[in-house]
């Protein structure tokens, strides 16, 4: 699905190094790291929105350059750490999903099921009229996860996308995506959301450090490693189970 080579990125620093990867189609990504590891920069790359300083990413075997916006917004679609500022309902801003797929200036049929199933999924039926402006965080957060499944793209690329949720919401929109057959790329501060996926990155330093699949067991010393921690402490402290 996507192909990555070499990929470099920088800012006044380096930020990611030498980043080759390949990710498969259906298949459920999480990224984890620390702070500044890069979680946000790779997903603005997936998503066309930097472009690396040296390297190359391919979608479907070609650059990413080769595909107009509005091709690309049918492949991939980003749930990033937005918060939207301004003066739209639910309904429009969920509608915007269907941009790429609009003819002129009328939504079709298959438009309106998908942002009324998009609405449903998120549990936004209620609010559907709200004003953006006027909702909570965890609600402005499913809108946005709305507007990515309005989009339907088979790539989803998911930026802490769920952490302003409830449980209730997590767990139902998790398991509504799981279900949808999509390749999702998806960064997560929560390790236990993270090991819901098939393989899980691991970003630090600039480098890959790691990649692991769902079969592997995550030993908190793995943890320890990664994360320049003491988990012994951790047990003092009754926060053991974060690393289960
Ligand atoms: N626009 C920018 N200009 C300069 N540096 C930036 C910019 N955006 C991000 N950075 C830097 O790039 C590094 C990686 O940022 P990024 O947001 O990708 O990290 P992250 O892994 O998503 O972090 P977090 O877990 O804190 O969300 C950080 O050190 C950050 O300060």
């Known amino acids: ?51 690396p300083k040296s390297g190359n990413i391919f979608l479907e075997k070609k650059p990413i350059s080769f595909y107009s916006k509005k091709q690309f917004a049918t492949k991939v679609s980003l749930v990033s750490k937005e918060y939207i500022h301004f003066d739209y309902t639910v309904y429009e ?18 438009d309106y099921i998908k942002i009324e199933q998009a609405i449903k999924i998120c549990g936004l039926g209620h ?13 402005h957060q499913r809108v946005l996860i709305a507007r990515c499944l309005a989009q339907d793209t088979p790539i989803l690329l998911l930026d802490e996308a769920f952490s302003n949720l409830d449980l209730k919401y997590i767990l139902s929109i998790i398991d509504a995506l799981m279900s949808l057959n999509k390749t ?27 990649i692991i699949d769902k079969q592997e067991i995550l030993s908190s010393r793995f943890f320890e490693q990664f994360y320049d921690i ?14 289960i």
């Open 1 to 51: 699905m996507y192909q990555l080579d070499n990929v470099c990125f920088s800012y006044k620093r380096p930020i990611l190094e030498n980043i080759s990867l390949a990710i498969q189609k259906n298949k459920f990504y999480s990224i984890i790291g620390p702070n500044g590891a890069g979680k946000t920069t790779l997903l603005r790359l997936l998503a066309g929105l930097l472009k």
């Open 184 to 210: 999702i790329i998806s960064a997560f501060h929560d390790i236990k959301l993270a090991r819901l996926a098939d393989y899980t990155i691991f970003l630090k330093n600039t480098q890959i450090f790691k």
């Open 93 to 110: 801003i969920v509608s915007m999903g269907r941009y790429p797929y609009k003819k002129r200036f009328n939504f079709s049929n298959q």
């Open 127 to 139: 609010l559907k009229n709200e004003n953006i402006l006027s909702l909570s965080s965890g609600e």
């Open 230 to 243: 003491d988990a012994s402490n951790l047990s003092n402290i009754g926060l053991n189970s974060i690393l």
